[in-house]
């Protein structure tokens, strides 16, 4: 009963590249974008996984949530196959394992009210028509947003708006795993904590396990408790997300970790000397630390 | 109900003249036993060839028929090969498109280079090899016997489908890409579920400016299969059969033979188009900027 | 002041609104750079950031167009400029780079040719010539083996070179200005600080003033001089680095530096800075940051607080911090 929620074993996936003719010709080559990856995740973990594009991380996300089937190796959930779970396409294990988007404004269908979003979800998890207004309503709160957004478009709502009920909408669906895919980098810089600090309470409150798909370490560094680096289809580095951050041990990851912007820490010109700027002694002290 | 009153808000006034001409013309197509003065089909020896003149305003034929009557009545063979073909079309090219875009794989591939080989040739000449081919008059199809006119406009329709296949594909496989199909995907919705609820609707605007804008070249085939004699067949008035019958009149002087259905041809098809130019307008992304500010 | 290589006075950028109404979405912006000085404009979606700028290049399209204020450019007003005289400041003494290297690029020339054209219109020199300074510009942003790559076409660069290509056409003219719009928000972040490295080479070797927009402060810090810092059109403060890394005053660029977390220091839930950025044409009457200000008092709604400049650091705030 302590296994693994979510476990991959030696997972490749790879696309054919080139068009018909090439295929037909067997000139077509194939891009591996995960390779051999295998990775264990325990209920109630929060999991960081990191690198930038090409890295495979979006990959390893659609195969963890079964938009994808793995070229080789398997997915488990809970111990079972997703390869024999998804034939059953609409089966109970759907709800299970649910995805937050990245960009909010190709998440939510842009002809769907709020709530008819949200009340087509939970018509699918089999929730009588009589009692769906009062989980919509509910599911709202949740994200911290009030009832009058039910019937709003998602054109009329803000980025960050739209971003909570694509959360709200993976949670309708009551799952046990959420897997969210960079949801907060098409957000402006205050909306990012907001979702930030909601995804934190919620995976508590709820008991959820997430996997938190970001190039943004500092992100990860606040809100999960393991973390992955990947880089090229494999995976490079994985350990307690402050033990990696605070020693990194491979030199990609400090690579990572020293392009991350840093303000006057990370000074890369002279500050300018300034006569009327700020006291001698504070301006000494930030050269010496640059 | 608030989109379509929003639509006619941003037609500027191209569209409302699209649109006027278009509804004056449907109107006349509706009403034409009640506004036409004679009768369509009724001869009159002794008025034959008559000048347009209060009693004929668009003048007579050589069988003595009265003009203006008979493009009323040939606006109802114009405008339902117009509008039937595209209604035909779409059905077939859009759930040809759909399926195409969010099937993928191979059945995309053979679907879209079926489609791809039609259009490759220009729909006019289909239309004539084909209406040539199996001939003038109803089409026995199996016990039934389809009528001249719906034979035309199923064959229309089915040169029209690949059109409607391209333009439903483009746009389809854009949507069933986005995040919220495969959200739907997720929660274990049906494929039909999907289609139906949130690939069709995400693609109906691209359809519906081309639909508009093929009825008028639904009604140019129309009329030019009915002017080389191989569409409506007389006495049934056409305004292509109309014409075709007006040649000699062009060197004879009955200049009202030609030029009448000439003009109801003309101003039709610049109606529709004017109508799918601005549909297109209000549906084009960059215009969307206008309400959002306002 | 009259120092300055380029200074923006009250600058108004206004969009047309189908029923004939304007909305302002830039309201009065002042701020000025001086030659060699490197300015961030920092700001979120809607700030008007980018439509400032836009409109300092004359490059605003329909139905967006400024509508009042001034742009001194080296004693110039390019406001009143005509288009002539624009098309040949553009490039030639102002640079603009963007956001997406892959858009600002033509796929099916080379990018030699892309930055030969701009050489020729502006320097009148010989094809030859024109190709030995296209060289030396890529040369110059670290492209290796640049003379075999003027042949290459802009996909068979990676997204990084295509941007170091376009900072290359920008310097190629040998600009007195550059404007960096978001230059490296569609860079993976390894990519993002080889850019920001480039940029404060290049400033520091030819002399060049760069105006750097960008909704990262932790970023913009890393290289400029001084940070404008806008919100709802306006600027709320605007202050050497130092002073706004260190001492902020304004509420908003104090809860903007809070709301990004950093790889050092204990972990807790993020400071947050509720509800949204406004939108165009509900902005309110008084200070823009009001409705999500903690420090807002009821009269800071009322009217909007003037830009006040103590020893170069200018805040529009009725109660700084």
Redesign the interface.
Known sequence: MTGPILSLRGVSKSFPQGGLLDRLLGRDSRIVALDAVSLDVMRGDVVGIVGESGSGKSTLAGLAVGLARPTSGEVLLDGQSMAELMRDHAGPWRRRVQMVFQDSSSALNPRKSVARCLGETLALRGVPKAQRDSEIAELLTLVGLGPEIGPRLPHELSGGQRQRIGLARALAMKPEVLIADEPVSALDVSLQAQVINLLSRLTRELGLTLLFISHDLALVRTLCSRIVVMRKGVIVEEGSCLDVLDRPQHPYTQALIAAVPKGLAGRRTPLPVRAEAAAPETREDIHGAA | MSDLRKALN?LDWSGWLGAGIVGLIVLAAIFAPLIAPYDPLALNIEDRLAAPDASHWLGTDQGGRDVLSRILFGARASLSVGIGAVLIGALIGVSAGIFAAYKGGLGE?AVMRIFDGVASIPLLVWAIAIVGILGVGPLPVGPLLLPNEVKIIVLVGCLFSPVFARVTYAVAKRVAG???V?????????HWQIVV??VL??CLSPIIVQGTLLVAIGIVIEASISFVGLGVQPPQPSWGTMLSDARSAIYSGEWWLPVFPGLAISLTVIGFNLLGDAVRELFDPRSE?????? | MSAALLSVEGLRVGFRTADGGMVEAVRGVDFCVAPGEAVGIVGESGSGKSLSMLAVMRLLGAPARAIGGRVIFDGEDLLAADEKRMRALRGRDIAMVFQDPQSSLNPALTVGRQITDVVRAHRGVSAAEARRIAAEALERVGIRDAGRRLASYPHEFSGGMRQRALIAMAIACRPRLLIADEPTTALDVTVQAQIVDLIAELRRELNLAVVFISHNLQLVAEIVDRVVVMYGGKVVEDGPVEAIELAPRHPYTSLLKACVPSLTGPVGPLTAIEGAPPRLGRLPAGCPFSPRCPDAAESCSHQMPPLIDEAGHRTACWRPR
Not at chain 2, 182 to 190: D, E, I, N, P
Not at chain 2, 289 to 294: E, H, P, Q
């Open positions: 941003g591939q986005a995040d919220y495969r959200a739907r995907f997720l929660q274990g919705a049906s609820g949130d609707p995400n900027a206008r309400t959002l500010v306002a």
